[in-house]
């Protein structure tokens, strides 16, 4: 994404004042109520006093969802209408569409944290809302999502260590929301390479699965989303967990050879629920001008 700076834990909103002298609670609006949706407003009304959060508003594309659980005050009907709610930040956790259609718009109110990074893959959404942000003042985060050693990784690329990076995402065929070629017919055999090649590639074809590498790309953006390797495996033995590789190797050293990093994460759960707990701390943040 181009992004300048990076969000360490702790660190204050560009402005913010400290909370030692400002006891108002931030105003957080969520877009999407889903299973992380949910999840998040459930422990933003349960908690977020704490953290001097408060939530504002919750917005889904689908609004009867919203009624079951929520208070009337807490529902936006109208995502045009989000500026009346005065909030400080707008966390998305709906659809790479969403970010491609109001992500720009949301940042002239608020800072906007993208839960849906697939979304900037598309390069006139990453300039939009690169312009917008320099523009308003506001900042972008991005989740990093499933993505173990990003911060590493965004170190390493930064000094120049960084040569090449592959993520692998391995689950059931039922774990996969895909579009476009990849979306029309069933995987063949107990274990399919469904995609390899450039993230950017990927994205667009499971905006929803695609996630974690395209984080990935941002954390190293002198491959970014054409130079890091994503690759999509239907694994039918892969009936409750899904699982992310993650390869990164160095430049060759003095002696001819590259140092070569590997790791795995194994996530239990079903694979074609929701990962309600995949959505930790931020990633990059783009700092306006």
């Known amino acids: 994404m181009g992004c300048k700076g990076h969000l360490s834990k702790g660190q204050r909103w560009p402005g913010a004042p400290e909370m030692a002298q400002d006891r108002r609670l931030k105003k957080v609006g969520l877009l999407g109520y889903g299973r992380l949706g949910q999840a998040l407003a459930a422990r933003l009304l349960a908690e977020g006093a704490q953290h001097g959060l408060e939530l504002s508003f919750v917005w889904n594309r689908d609004p009867r969802r919203l009624q079951s659980t929520l208070p ?22 709906a659809h790479p569409q969403i970010i491609r259609d109001f992500g720009a718009q949301i940042l002239s109110h608020a800072d906007l944290l993208v839960g849906s990074p697939s979304a900037l893959a598309d ?12 523009k308003s003042g506001r900042w972008v985060f991005v989740a990093r999502g499933a993505l173990w050693g990003a911060e590493d990784i965004a170190r390493l690329d ?21 579009e476009g070629p990849l979306g029309k017919g069933p995987a063949e055999g107990p274990r399919t390479v ?39 495996v239907a694994d039918l033995s892969l009936v409750d967990r899904h699982v992310i590789d993650v390869e990164l190797k160095g430049p060759p050293g003095a002696s001819g050879q590259s140092f070569c990093v590997r790791t795995r994460r194994g996530k239990p759960g079903r694979a074609w ?3 309600r707990h995949r959505h930790p701390r931020g990633l990059l943040a783009q700092p306006p001008g």
């Open 72 to 93: 009337p005050a807490l529902r936006l009907l109208d995502l045009g209408a989000l500026g009346e709610r005065s909030p400080d930040l707008v966390v998305e956790v």
């Open 123 to 134: 390069p006139d959404t990453e300039r939009r809302l690169l312009e917008a942000s320099r």
């Open 158 to 178: 930064a000094c120049g260590g960084l040569q090449s990076l592959s993520i692998t995402m391995a689950t059931h065929p039922h774990g996969f929301r895909l």
């Open 194 to 232: 469904l995609y390899e090649g450039p993230v950017r590639g990927l994205c667009p074809l499971a905006p929803r699965n695609s996630n974690t590498m395209a984080a990935a790309a941002l954390a190293a953006p002198s491959l970014g989303f054409d130079g890091v390797v994503g690759i999509l």
């Open 273 to 275: 629920g929701g990962d």
